[in-house]
């Protein structure tokens, strides 16, 4: 198992978000995680990329504990985060963007690797532009570019088609099939729309107010399980 999460629980103050979190992925996997807004999807990855503290359970990545892990020893230990809304800097240049997912240099990347611009080939062309003067949709090409800069082994993206429009989300679909089926990279995506999960995913989980209520491979995603727990 490349990522096994145990009976995880957090809570903001008295406010109770995670309850009793099962969920595991095995190298390889694509995993779609969905679920309605506010049921704690991006809480569960800011735990795991140890941006929040849990208040019990486990997250173990290969043989190590993240939990007592710093969150700046993540990207060094092969995971990738393309946070929910982006974040990139929007003053410095799309290079510099991608500089910045070098920070935590292992010695092997002195410079962004050509892979970032065969898979987006348009960052090559803007390097020097700045972040904020990019679209939205470049502006997630840059997110995930910086997130593939060290090469990760296990890639974590938190909605990446929100506020984006078709063509590029169909880009970025194909780029997240690609990292997973040609080079072997697990990927974990947190998603609201159906079509791309289903396009994209091999495996869901289902998380409905901070548990996993449902999980299984792409065919076993029911309307019945739709119906239940992402209509609105
Ligand atoms: N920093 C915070 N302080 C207090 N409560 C928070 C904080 N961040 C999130 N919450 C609350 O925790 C719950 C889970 O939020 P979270 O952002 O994890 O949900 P989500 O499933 O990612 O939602 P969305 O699909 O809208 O992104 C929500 O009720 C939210 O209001
Ligand atoms: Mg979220």
Not at 16 to 43: A, P, Q
Not at 105 to 114: K, T
Not at 154 to 168: A, H
Not at 196 to 208: A, G, K, L, S, T
């Amino acid at each position: 198992m490349l990522l096994t999460i145990t009976n995880l629980n957090q809570a903001y103050e008295q406010s109770r978000t995670l309850w009793d979190l099962n969920l595991n992925i095995e190298s390889g996997n694509c995993m779609g995680l969905i679920g309605r807004n506010g049921v704690g999807k991006t809480t569960f990855l800011s735990c795991v990329m140890g941006l929040i503290k849990p208040t019990s359970g486990m997250i173990q990545y290969r043989d190590v504990d993240l939990i007592k892990t710093p969150p700046e020893a993540r990207a060094a230990l092969g995971i990738g985060y393309v946070p929910q809304g982006r974040m990139i800097f929007p003053l410095l240049t799309v290079e510099e963007n991608l500089r910045i997912g070098l920070g935590a240099l292992d010695g092997n990347h002195v410079s962004v690797p050509e892979q970032v611009f065969d898979l987006f080939p348009a960052l090559k062309t803007m390097l020097k532009r700045l972040g904020g003067d990019l679209s939205g949709g470049q502006q997630q090409q840059l997110a995930i570019g910086r997130a593939l800069v060290l090469e990760p082994k296990l890639l974590i993206l938190d909605e990446p088609t929100e506020g984006i429009q078709p063509s590029i989300i169909k880009e970025i679909g194909n780029v997240i099939k690609q990292l997973n089926s040609e080079f072997g990279m697990t990927v974990l995506i947190v998603e609201q729309k159906l079509p791309f999960v289903r396009n994209v995913c091999d495996r869901f989980c289902i998380m409905d107010k901070g548990k996993n209520v449902a999980e299984g491979g792409m065919a076993d995603l029911s309307d019945d399980l739709v119906r239940s727990f992402l209509s609105v």
